[in-house]
């Protein structure tokens, strides 16, 4: 399968713990993307990366959520501290963008479903 | 006021209705369209680009009304199979916006 893998699928956490989710984007994706959705919403931009730079973090991101893509591969979110408004599906979605363009296709995972209890 | 907005529905319609989605959004700087599909617990799909002079894809067609920021998607013939919420998504910078999404069920 070559498309984009999200680990793990389902997450289950007291309030207050560390979860950390991991995403492997389609090989030779130059962006990784960040979202969360929740229940009759559509996704919402959490932050992208350009190769392993992170070029841009949304509002929503507080400082208890951070992101990494170290090698311009596989990227990590992890949210410290969590709380229960912090349940949600959080996808994750690559593209390949040349050289010019600002954008191209988004290719999704299948999630990460957070419970925080 | 949000990126994108878009009637959540929900849609119920025969098989072989015609149906409409409309989906608006706020900033005119704004460059590319799309419709994403999304099943149940399943993961946004690419479903077409939306192009200023419109597109056609089958029974799919999308259109986009840049002077008035409006972005539509019409389903002709529908299959039970088009069950699904039908995301408005577009881009400004480098971000995507996304609506909430229009559900739609097609009945027997």
């Known amino acids: 399968d070559t498309g984009v893998s999200q680990d793990p699928r389902h997450k289950i956490t007291k309030r207050g713990q560390n979860v950390t989710f991991r995403c492997d984007p389609i090989?030779?994706?130059?962006?990784l993307y960040w979202y969360r959705q929740t229940l009759g919403q559509g996704p919402e931009f959490l932050t992208y990366?350009?190769?392993?730079?992170?070029?841009?973090k949304s509002r929503l991101l507080s400082d208890r959520f951070s992101a990494e893509r170290p090698k311009g591969s596989f990227s990590t979110l992890e949210i410290q501290r969590t709380e229960q408004g912090d349940s949600a599906m959080y996808l994750c979605?690559?593209?390949?963008?040349?050289?010019?363009?600002?954008?191209?296709?988004?290719?999704f995972g299948p999630g990460t479903r957070l419970t925080v209890l | 006021r949000k990126e994108v907005e878009q009637d959540p529905g929900p849609f119920n319609v025969p098989e072989g209705a015609t149906v409409a989605f409309n989906c608006t959004y706020s900033?005119?700087?704004?460059?590319?369209f799309f419709w994403y599909r999304q099943d149940c617990r399943k993961e946004p799909k690419l479903l077409m680009s939306?192009?200023?002079s419109g597109n056609e894809d089958g029974r799919f067609t999308a259109q986009l009304n840049r002077a008035s920021q409006y972005i539509s998607l019409l389903i002709r013939d529908s299959k039970l199979s088009d069950s699904a919420t039908y995301l408005c998504?577009?881009?400004?910078?480098?971000?995507?916006?996304f609506g909430t999404g229009t559900s739609l069920t097609v009945i027997p």
């Open positions: 990366f350009q190769n392993e730079a992170q070029l841009e």
């Open positions: 090989s030779e994706h130059n962006r």
């Open positions: 998504v577009v881009a400004t910078g480098n971000q995507f916006y």
């Open positions: 979605a690559s593209s390949l963008v040349g050289a010019g363009e600002s954008y191209n296709e988004q290719f």
């Open positions: 939306v192009y200023s």
């Open positions: 900033n005119s700087a704004s460059q590319s």
